[in-house]
């Protein structure tokens, strides 16, 4: 079952163990419609730079001046990870080296903030994010996060944004979200943030992929400060970047990413990060990209065509969020239930959900991984068929024999597009 059948294969010797886990995930990957939104798979090429050398090397600073002899090596990766960076959102700065995108967004948050300062994020029951102010975060306890949301439609409510700037004259302004589906007037956000004298600190984790495309609104031309996670949209490894086009605020981020909340840069993940980035500028990613969003629309229309509610009534990128009040299942019984059906998804919040973040009247679904696998249209309106007939007849005596017909049905689809060369 390996596909690489080396290195990995020498794991099967020394450390059975962890080699069995590692098979059963690929077959898990495999076998299941993966459409958790913040997933993808990355190339063979970007998983192959993620298990070299690089691992071994310290390189704390950045090219040019690190703390470490022989460096010169993990300078050229670091640079041309910077370089296509830089191409690919059109951007003067860019720092690749957070960890993650919450240590992305911490960096930032250190760079233009001073514990207790003020600012505005998205809600995280509206689709915000935990680092933009979710209470259990540093983003929440070392600051002061002013919740907004969205208004009837679903629709980032401006309106409250503008009032609560007026009113709390923050820092700054977090736009971006994890499960918001429409596009984000970013040009309105930088209004409302001069207006008041904040920053204007964008996350695109979710969308980049789709920016770099054109697919979605770049926040480059109006945001003090970009950050993004390198492994949704964008189909990179593991990890965060921060961008801006300001380079006095460069040079803080740079400080705040190190030695501000991190040590040594991974440089594997960097070398992969760069591969990733290679990719993402051939012209073949920007078809992959067309080919997400059209899937995602594809699948929440036909969700909406069963008669279930759509959270902002549809979607412009690769996530959706069904609203599930309308059946007798709450977010996390279907996230249960679509696993056994051989569909991964999450139990998400719909705007004003009566049930806690542990239960949600919700699920999120994105097209970006099984895109990458090469299903269009019509699969991933088969795929809205299978998720509604396991949602709909839950409860029905039936209901076992049928969710077991869907699992035959999803297996089938997946072996027809293979992943890794299986
Ligand atoms: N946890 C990620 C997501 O699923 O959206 C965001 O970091």
New binding site residues.
């Given amino acids: 079952m390996s596909f690489d059948g080396s290195l990995r294969g020498s794991i099967q010797i020394t450390d059975h163990k962890i080699f069995a886990a590692i098979e059963a995930e690929l077959a898990r990957q495999r076998d299941q419609m993966e459409l958790?939104?913040?997933?993808n798979y990355i190339s063979r090429e970007v998983m192959a730079a993620l298990g070299t050398v690089m691992t071994n090397k310290y390189a704390e600073g950045y090219p040019g001046h690190r703390y470490y002899g022989g460096c010169a090596n993990v300078d050229v990766v670091e640079n041309i990870a910077i370089e296509r960076l830089c191409q690919l959102f059109q951007c003067k700065f860019a720092n690749v080296q957070p960890h993650?995108?919450?240590q992305a967004n911490l960096a930032v948050f250190y760079a233009l903030m001073s514990p207790g300062d003020t600012f505005l994020g998205m809600g995280l029951d509206m689709g915000g994010?935990?680092?933009h102010g979710a209470a259990p975060t540093i983003s929440g306890k070392w600051f002061r996060p002013i919740p907004y949301g969205l208004d009837a439609d679903g629709i980032i409510d401006y309106d409250q944004v503008q009032k609560l700037a007026t009113e709390y004259s923050p820092k700054v302004i977090v736009a971006g979200a994890?499960?918001y589906s429409r596009k984000i007037d970013f040009r309105k956000f930088r209004e409302i943030a001069d207006a008041v004298g904040a920053y204007l600190f964008v996350d695109i984790?979710?969308y980049a992929g789709l920016v770099v495309a054109g697919l979605y609104p770049s926040p480059m031309e109006y945001a003090h400060v970009v950050s993004s996670?390198t492994h949704?949209t964008l189909r990179g490894p593991r990890g965060g970047v921060i961008m801006t086009n300001d380079e006095k605020l460069a040079k803080k981020i740079n400080s705040a990413v190190f030695p501000g909340v991190q040590g040594g840069p991974q440089m594997h993940s960097i070398a992969a990060k760069a591969v990733a980035f290679g990719e993402a500028l051939e012209p073949e990613f920007r078809q992959y990209a067309e080919n997400v969003l059209n899937n995602s629309i594809a699948m929440a229309q036909r969700l909406q065509d069963h008669g279930l509610d759509v959270v902002s009534r549809g979607t412009d990128c690769h996530l959706s969020v069904i609203d599930l009040t309308k059946l007798k299942l709450n977010g996390k019984q279907a996230e249960e239930e679509l696993e056994k059906a051989g569909i991964t998804c999450?139990k998400n919040s719909i705007p004003f959900d009566p049930l806690p973040p542990s239960q949600t009247s919700g699920i999120?679904l994105g097209s970006a991984a099984m895109t990458t696998r090469g299903l269009g249209t019509a699969e991933f309106r088969k795929i809205a068929d299978l998720i509604y007939t396991v949602l709909s007849n839950h409860g029905r005596d039936e209901y076992a024999d049928i969710r077991e017909q869907v699992r035959a049905e999803t297996l089938a689809l997946g072996q027809s597009f293979p992943l890794y060369g299986d």
């Fill in positions: 958790i939104a913040s997933e993650s995108g919450a994010h935990l680092t994890s499960s984790a979710h996670t949704k999450n999120r």
